[in-house]
């Protein structure tokens, strides 16, 4: 059981948006703290999507983009590719728990 | 760029020590935060804790009693030991640059090493 929800799974057809949701509660983002979000192909690297709620860093297109609003958070993707197809981790502080954490992911499958 | 490689026994019997090392290249280990994460099949990721250069460390808290972390700057190394593992530690463990601080993300990481506990 993650202390951050994410649906298990999203999907959508090339050229779509899909959003993916990442609840949190009072002690991560409810307190203040960032969300930032992770794209993972199995065997390889995480890589850094979104930090700090909204910022892509160099190099991350600007069809991916990040938001965050009281104890939720969503990343959205636009124009979908078929090398979007990946598992997607939100992450952020929690004061309760007092260590970073994590979502459970969310498989995004393009049909 | 910089890249992070893990390393260590991909088996490691119950009750024992798993120990992994992660080495940095392209840049240097000084300065920076690096964390331990671990994934168990299935399973989401799970921060383990985390070390600064200069040996400073924060643990999960529900792994601290078990975890160790130590950092080598002369070889641009830092290694993590979990003692007393179980077959609920068998996971793929993942090497990463930060967070920094309470906001900040976990910017660069490693590609993973799978940890089985069996005996």
């Known amino acids: 059981q993650s202390v951050l929800t994410q649906p298990p799974s999203v999907s959508g057809a090339p050229g779509q948006r899909v959003t993916i949701s990442c609840t949190g509660s009072?002690?991560?983002?409810?307190?203040?703290?960032?969300v930032h979000w992770y794209q993972h192909l199995p065997g390889t690297a995480p890589k850094l999507l979104i930090s700090?709620?909204?910022n892509r860093p160099s190099g991350v297109p600007d069809r991916f983009s990040g938001s965050k609003s009281g104890t939720s958070a969503s990343l959205a993707i636009t124009g979908l590719q078929a090398e979007d197809e990946a598992d997607y981790y939100c992450q952020s502080y929690d004061s309760s728990l007092s260590g970073w954490v994590f979502g459970g992911g969310t498989k995004l499958t393009v049909l | 760029q910089v890249q992070l490689q893990e390393s260590g026994p991909g088996l490691v019997k119950p009750s024992e020590t798993l120990s992994l090392t992660c080495t940095v290249s392209g840049g240097s280990i000084s300065s920076y935060y690096w964390s331990w994460i671990r994934q168990p099949a299935g399973k989401g990721l799970e921060w383990i804790g985390r070390?600064?250069?200069?040996?400073?460390?924060n643990y999960n808290p529900s792994l601290k009693s078990r975890v160790t972390m130590s950092v080598d700057t002369s070889k641009n190394q830092f290694s993590l030991k979990l003692r007393s593992v179980t077959a609920a530690d068998t996971a793929v463990y993942y090497c990463?640059?930060?967070?920094?601080?309470?906001?900040?993300?976990?910017?660069?990481w490693g590609q993973g090493t799978t940890v089985t506990v069996s005996s």
């Open positions: 700090g709620n909204s």
């Open positions: 009072n002690s991560n983002f409810g307190a203040g703290f960032d």
């Open positions: 990463a640059r930060g967070p920094r601080g309470y906001y900040y993300d976990m910017d660069v």
């Open positions: 070390i600064y250069s200069s040996g400073s460390t």
